[in-house]
């Protein structure tokens, strides 16, 4: 199973959890790779200066999701016991992202590399944004980072240009999960996904 996750958003913390849950009932092989964004919502657009009849409709619309954003952005804080303060950190995840490619293709605990760049990402603020910051990371994970700057310097191009390639695979935000040619987009999947890593045993989960 290829598993996407994303530094800059909460919902991939918590995939973390389950997800370590689903790796030591079943035994099955994962890659994780990162994202470094979402698509947002499309809508169509008129020409620049014509008349929109669906303005009014939009503003609702958007407002609407503004609402419902904030609301889910308060029950994910209070689950991971963080402020809102917190949470609504951003940061360019380039250089965790590559970090996590870097301890996967060395074996090492991907997993807790995971967690503790989220855990200093919103809870201790510190810094992720830079190739120190990564290197740190790396460490704590008890992998080697010697190599890693080259690593950085001949991957990030890359890994910044996957983008549009992503979305045209379907692969339009994170926590998302191929499985068996099939794409789950959202951890809400993972006891599906569970289900059919375990044999599809009984009736699959709703």
Known sequence: ?????????????????????????????????????????????????????????KERRAEARR????????????????????????????MMSLGLLWVSRQA?????????????TYRENADVETINGAVRLILAAGVSAAGFSDFVANEKTKLADSANELIAQGILSAPAFVLEEQIFLGREHLPFIGWILGGRSGEPPV
């Open 1 to 57: 199973m290829i598993i996407y996750l994303n530094f800059g958003e909460l919902d991939s913390w918590l995939t973390l959890k389950p997800l370590r849950g689903l790796l030591t009932e079943i035994s099955f092989d994962v890659e994780v790779r990162p994202m470094l964004g979402s698509v947002g919502n499309v809508v169509s657009q008129s020409a620049p200066g014509d008349p929109d009849p669906l303005r009014v409709y």
């Open 67 to 94: 609402q419902a954003t904030f609301r889910e952005l308060e029950r994910q804080c209070e689950m991971l016991d963080l402020s809102i303060e917190q949470a609504e950190r951003r940061v360019n995840p380039l």
């Open 108 to 120: 090492g605990n991907w997993l807790d590399f995971c967690h503790s760049a989220f855990e200093q």
